[in-house]
């Protein structure tokens, strides 16, 4: 019996493993281009770091984390989620210390324990950023600006952005205490979990799928959130810094995000077309994380793009449409020609092109089936006369044209002609 990838999990090769790979080129450029510099933290993290950061009556801590014992009696988790691994790193290589305001970027897989459908897998992919070091609402512009920006390189449009605050760590327990005497009468109607729920983290609640909870929770209401003075101007200055920028929000959604660490500014960004699954993006402020993680009481401020959800809702763009055919093959004439032949495509790819031969000893003629079946833009074929004369014929398989140029300088002038079209 063969064997399969696991439920939630998936193989990628192809026409999708070569969008992916344009989808990481546009997202790296974007990053660096507004000063943010990669990070690559590991998978395994001790679990600890995500019931100190995500929080402990969070979904993605009580079910959905891959946690195992290793041999030395460890409680190790398959990370779910980017922030905390980013925060984690900042503070064990000081950055804290050597930079004022950390600007980093992130890729790679994530995993979560969750029923696996369209757009939710066990093993999914992020990219995000992070900005470690302000409180400043302009950061939350940047942020949330880059976001846009990525997902409409990516092919991602319309989207929808929707925008609130949660408020300080005060006006959170303001708005629980409100939210709880809100719920009070209806506690009975809830789901077991929402009831739970109330009592250790009544945000959780609006987050829940259950559509009585739904309704319960989010009937006339504007926004759980009370503010502070400090944070209402907070996030007007967000407001009004988004505005400029010309990135539509929505601040009349109501939403918490379903992490414990949020303070102030959150969003989500929606894609249509996705059906149930449609959030693409999140992220928020973290004014606490850092130093609940050991670190300074310094700002901070990020959002996580799910990859899959992205490239299900991408248009096609530019980047990764790829001209239709593209490099050359050298077929091989005679058998004792291999040797040469290998040097030549060597070259070729010194130079730039995208070069291809056979290794089985096929007939000239399988060669150049393959050749076209591969979707080669042009073939040569290589022989005894070819060394003879010091020359070799190049078919254009695209245009239908065909010249001859000399042996010696080969390499060189298809890298003339073929390299704007190799897409590697
Ligand atoms: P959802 O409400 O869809 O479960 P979430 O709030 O758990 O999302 P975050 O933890 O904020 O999601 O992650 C940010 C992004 O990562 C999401 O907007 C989504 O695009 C993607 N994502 C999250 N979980 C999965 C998953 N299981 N499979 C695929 N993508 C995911
Ligand atoms: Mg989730």
């Known amino acids: 019996m063969t064997l399969q990838a696991l439920r939630g999990t998936t193989d990628l090769f192809g026409e999708a493993a070569r969008r992916w790979w344009a989808l990481e080129r ?32 969070t979904d993605i801590v009580q079910k959905e984390m891959f946690q195992f014992e290793d041999r030395g009696g460890h409680q190790i988790v398959l990370r779910p989620e980017g922030t905390a ?9 000081h950055l804290d210390k050597t930079i004022g305001l950390a600007k980093l970027f992130y890729t790679g897989p994530m995993f979560r324990a969750e029923r696996p459908q369209a757009g939710r ?15 400043s609402p302009w950061v939350d512009v940047e942020v949330i600006v880059l976001c846009q920006q990525m997902l409409r390189h990516c092919g991602v449009e319309p989207i929808r952005v929707w925008l609130t605050s949660m408020g300080c760590r005060d006006d959170q327990a303001r708005s629980a205490a409100q939210l709880r005497q809100r719920l009070a009468p209806h506690r009975d109607q809830l ?10 983290n009544v945000f959780r609640v609006l987050d829940c799928k259950h559509p009585t909870c739904r309704a319960i929770a989010w009937k006339d209401l504007h926004t759980p959130f009370v503010l502070c003075q400090a944070c209402r101007e907070h996030f007007d200055t967000v407001r009004r810094g988004l505005t400029a920028a010309q990135v539509g929000f929505d601040d009349t959604q109501v939403f918490a995000r379903g992490l414990d660490y949020y303070t102030r500014t959150v969003f989500e960004v929606r894609a249509e077309g996705l059906g149930a699954q449609d959030a693409v993006a999140a992220g928020g402020r973290y004014d606490h994380l850092v130093e609940e993680l050991g670190g300074p009481s310094v700002g901070a401020v990020g959002f996580a793009a799910g990859i899959e959800r992205i490239l299900l809702a991408a248009h096609p763009t530019v980047a990764d449409t790829p001209p239709s055919r593209q490099g050359v093959y050298l077929a091989i004439a005679q058998p004792g020609l291999v040797d040469q032949a290998f040097a030549l495509v060597q070259q070729l790819r010194h130079n730039g092109v995208l070069a291809r031969m056979d290794s089985d000893g096929k007939s000239l003629k399988a060669q150049l089936r393959e050749a076209d079946k591969m979707g080669c833009r042009a073939v ?25 140029i000399p042996l010696e300088s080969f390499a060189a002038a298809l890298a003339k002609e073929l390299k704007p079209t190799c897409h590697v």
């Open 121 to 135: 897998y066990r093993q999914f992919h992020q990219y995000g950023v992070e900005a470690i070091g302000s409180s």
């Open 26 to 57: 546009t997202i790296r450029r974007l990053a660096r281009l507004s000063g943010y510099e990669e990070v690559r933290t590991p998978i395994l993290e001790e679990a600890a770091l995500f019931l100190r950061s995500v929080g402990e009556t």
């Open 85 to 93: 691994p980013i925060v984690r790193a900042y503070l064990e290589h």
């Open 380 to 404: 040569a074929v290589f022989g005894e006369q070819e060394l003879q004369q010091g020359t070799i014929n190049v078919k254009d398989l695209e245009r239908g044209t065909q010249h001859t």
């Open 191 to 200: 789901c077991k979990e929402c009831q739970a729920r109330m009592d250790k």
